[in-house]
């Protein structure tokens, strides 16, 4: 099976996604909470906060790690090998920069081929992990951003199409 999922067609910069390394990433949610919690602005905080990181090390300069310790990285190990996680698609579609795009096309290796409109499409989650583990049926499972489909995610998602 195949574990990448391009994001390419109308978009300055066609992209290769890795679902593999997306466990480590600070944007994944946990799936079976997710769509049961009163939406925030979590994306936007975390934009916040990485941009006020951004404009700190420019004016006052990086901060070099005095210890070995300070640069470690924790995580939950019970978490990541127990719970399933998605990620949202709108910073990847974000990173891709899509030109005038009016919708995405999901393809699957099955040969299914779902539309919808782009500004849906970045509203919504790649689920990438299923109890742990990768997905069998993958490389990513599409969910809608309201959840609608959260029982039922359209699976074997490996190309995004921005039309």
């Avoid at 910073?91 to 009016?102: R, T």
Wanted: aromatic share 10%.
């Amino acid at each position: 099976m195949e574990s990448i999922v391009m994001i390419e067609g109308n978009v300055v910069y066609p992209i290769t996604l890795d679902p593999g390394v997306w466990i480590f990433d600070d944007r994944k949610v946990d799936l079976s909470t997710y769509f049961d919690e009163e939406k925030t602005e979590s994306e936007d905080s975390y934009t916040k906060d990485v941009s006020e990181h951004w404009d700190r090390e420019r004016t006052e300069g990086a901060k070099v790690p005095t210890h070995t310790n300070e640069n470690k990285i924790h995580y939950n190990k019970e978490e990541l090998f127990t719970k399933s996680y998605g990620i949202p698609l709108n910073p990847f579609l974000e990173n891709a920069k899509p030109k005038d795009a009016k919708y995405i096309e999901l393809q699957t290796s099955t040969g299914e081929v779902v539309s919808l409109s782009i500004n849906e499409a970045k509203k919504c989650i790649l689920g990438f992990s299923l109890n742990g583990k990768p997905l069998e049926d993958g490389p990513v499972h599409f969910y809608y951003g309201d959840g609608s489909n959260k029982n039922e995610p359209i699976r074997h998602i490996n190309r995004i199409i921005v039309k």
